[in-house]
């Protein structure tokens, strides 16, 4: 089926996506300029259909966030606090595992474990961790610690990243998550995160990740002060490397939200503009598996939304979130199972519950086996 595009722009893209022929940054910017929401929505609709079918994907998982005491202070974030904040907070090792248990009824296949850049905690307290939570928890998966805290930890060690990422690997981490590659261009991040590793850095610990064999994710963050050209350029970016690694499993567009960060006059992104993002994101990253609208950022409305627009999996249940919370989302902090496929089945799609590295689970009470 050939549609009319309000927006005749399109069409040599359209010819693109429908020979299956790569997109270039030229293509990219178009999308973002084309006043045409649905014209790009129906293309990048045809492309998640081509990749997943009717299936959106979820999992039942549980954020933990060991400490926010960090040392970067990056203007685009609330959570990270100062050690001698009154607020700032560092759980023990007990804690940690105490919280990895603590009241719900499903049990959950994942741990997404990050936090902030900790001057004290060493490697082994971060290795103890993960030892504990696997002695406890032996059959869910651990996704932990984004290439910024790999970096950090390196640095502090004195170690290589491989040699980093090896002892965490030993201790028991199976992946890690997509977060704090923020936008890649250098003018930006020295503005919205300067005490952060370079955009190259975050690419390099992902590259040194997948060449261990450890699959992650990847995240773009949006609507601050970046250009349209700064976003195309982020995503190709990430493109070129899934070429050379394949390493990466899902993409995650993240909204920036502006409270209580120094940059709290930035306006918030609106419902198109996110919308937008997911649709883009899957057009030109045709070589990153899936695309996740993270319902904690985009609200529920959005996500599911979303799922008609290049999204095919909509995020977890999550159960405590504080990154964003603390920067104004008002969103709820978790999502039960039954409600997660209400929102999936309501917008047509065919809900799969999956584990971190998507393949199926089947649930009976609250036992899980994953199907191989
Ligand atoms: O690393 C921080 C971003 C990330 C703000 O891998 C902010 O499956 C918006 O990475 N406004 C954390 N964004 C979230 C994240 C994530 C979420 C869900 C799933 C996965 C995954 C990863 O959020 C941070 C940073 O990039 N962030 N502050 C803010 N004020």
């Not at 929401?37 to 998640?48: C, D, E, K, P, T």
């Not at 493109?239 to 940059?263: C, K, M, S, Y």
Request: net charge neutral.
């Amino acid at each position: 089926m050939t549609p009319v595009f309000e927006d005749t722009r399109l069409e040599p893209v359209l010819r693109k996506v429908n020979e299956g022929q790569r997109l270039s940054f030229e293509d990219g910017i178009t999308l973002y300029r084309s006043p045409d929401l649905l014209g790009v929505g129906w293309m990048s609709n045809a492309v998640r259909e081509r990749l997943h079918g009717n299936t959106t994907y979820f999992n039942v998982n549980r954020h933990i966030n060991p400490t926010d005491v960090c040392v970067a202070s990056c203007r685009l974030c609330a959570f990270g606090k100062r050690a001698k904040d009154p607020k700032a907070y560092t759980m023990s090792l007990e804690q940690v595992w105490e919280t990895a248990g603590r009241g719900w009824s499903e049990a959950v296949t994942e741990f997404h474990i990050v936090g902030g850049l900790h001057p004290e905690l060493t490697l082994d307290w971060y290795c103890e961790m993960l030892r504990g939570l696997k002695q406890r928890f032996p059959q869910v998966h651990l996704k932990a610690f984004t290439m910024v805290e790999i970096g950090y930890l390196a640095q502090r060690t004195k170690l290589s990243v491989r040699e980093t990422l090896e002892r965490l690997r030993e201790a028991g981490m199976d992946s890690l998550p997509g977060g704090g590659a923020e936008i890649f261009s250098e003018r930006v991040r020295r503005i919205i995160c300067d005490h952060k590793i370079t955009g190259e850095q975050w690419l390099e610990v992902a590259r040194t990740a997948h060449r261990l064999g450890l699959h992650s994710n990847c995240t773009m963050l949006y609507g601050h002060i970046e250009t349209e050209e700064d976003r195309v350029d982020h995503l190709l970016k990430l493109r070129a490397l899934q070429d050379e690694t394949g390493g990466f499993v899902t993409f995650i567009p993240l909204a920036f939200h502006p409270d209580n960060t120094p940059l709290q006059h930035v306006p918030k992104t609106t419902g198109f503009a996110d919308i937008r993002e997911v649709a883009v994101a899957r057009l030109l990253l045709d070589n990153i598996p899936h695309i996740k609208a993270y319902w904690i950022m985009m609200t529920p409305k959005i996500a599911q939304i979303a799922q008609r627009f290049g999204a095919d999996d909509i995020d977890g249940t999550v159960v405590e979130e504080k990154i964003y919370h603390d920067a104004g989302a008002t969103t709820s902090q978790n999502l039960r199972r039954s409600e997660l496929l209400r929102l999936i089945r309501e917008a047509g799609r065919e809900p799969v519950e999956r584990d971190t590295l998507y393949r199926a689970v089947q649930r009976s009470e609250n036992v899980f086996t994953v199907l191989v």
